[in-house]
């Protein structure tokens, strides 16, 4: 599987909890990594491992696996959460790459 | 401190070609294998090229294939992307990142970013 699908947009109340998705037959075999990019900055990785935080990410980040279905989760939403978030796995299909999914804008209101 | 400083990017007409680095400092730099990644504008994230760290396993994302060489210098502590026969759809920007484990699935520093923009 070559693809991973993610909502191009979604918003959250400030406080409050949200979950991104990202969807992919790869999934299933591979570990999602994540990572939240601010404008004019580079990405920065949340999530590795389906469920590990780096050093210096907050623990209200947290991340999940159901099937070929990987979760990002924020809980209590800060402004400064307001990102794109991308999803991250890689290619089963017998090519070595790596893949990104379309990338989820989010909004803290 | 980890960090990836990057050079190299700029304006270039279509057939041409352009040399971006990444110069790695608070890391073993050996150690790891490297990538490339850009981002088209308004666009996500895309995966170019991944190198060993001994260089001898290379991959290429098809859209670049034959066109771009990935290549690094341990004793300079850099990673390198030589790109030829640049196409108006290469313009984005290009960020190097460490493989984390190695396997195309983690990527956990990243350069500043640098700007290639293929127009005439």
């Known amino acids: 599987s070559s693809e991973l699908a993610q909502d191009p947009a979604l918003s959250v109340a400030l406080g409050q909890t949200v979950s991104i998705t990202c969807q992919g037959g790869?999934?299933?075999?591979?570990?999602a990594s994540w990572y939240q990019q601010k404008p004019g900055q580079a990405p920065l990785l949340v999530i590795y491992d389906q469920d590990n935080r780096p050093s210096g990410i907050p623990d209200r980040f947290s991340g999940s696996r159901s099937g070929t279905t990987a979760s990002l989760t924020i809980a209590g939403a800060q402004a400064e959460d307001e990102a794109d978030y991308y999803c991250q796995s890689r290619d089963t299909s017998g090519y070595q790459t790596a893949i990104f999914g379309g990338g989820t804008k989010l909004t803290v209101l | 401190e980890v960090q990836l400083v990057q050079s190299g990017g700029g304006l270039v007409q279509p057939g041409g070609s352009l040399r971006l680095s990444c110069e790695a400092s608070?890391?073993?730099?050996?150690?790891?294998?490297m990538n490339w990644v850009r981002q088209a504008p308004g666009k996500g994230l895309e995966w170019v090229a991944h190198i060993s760290s001994s260089s001898s396993t290379i991959y290429y994302a098809d859209s670049v294939k034959g066109r771009f060489t990935i290549s690094r210098d341990n004793a300079k502590n850099s990673l390198y992307l030589q790109m030829n026969n640049l196409r108006v759809e290469d313009t984005a920007i290009y960020y190097c990142a460490r493989d984390y484990y190695g396997d195309l699935n983690c990527f956990d520093y990243w350069g500043q970013g640098a700007l290639v923009t293929v127009s005439s």
């Open positions: 608070g890391l073993t730099f050996t150690g790891y294998r």
């Open positions: 790869s999934l299933r075999h591979y570990p």
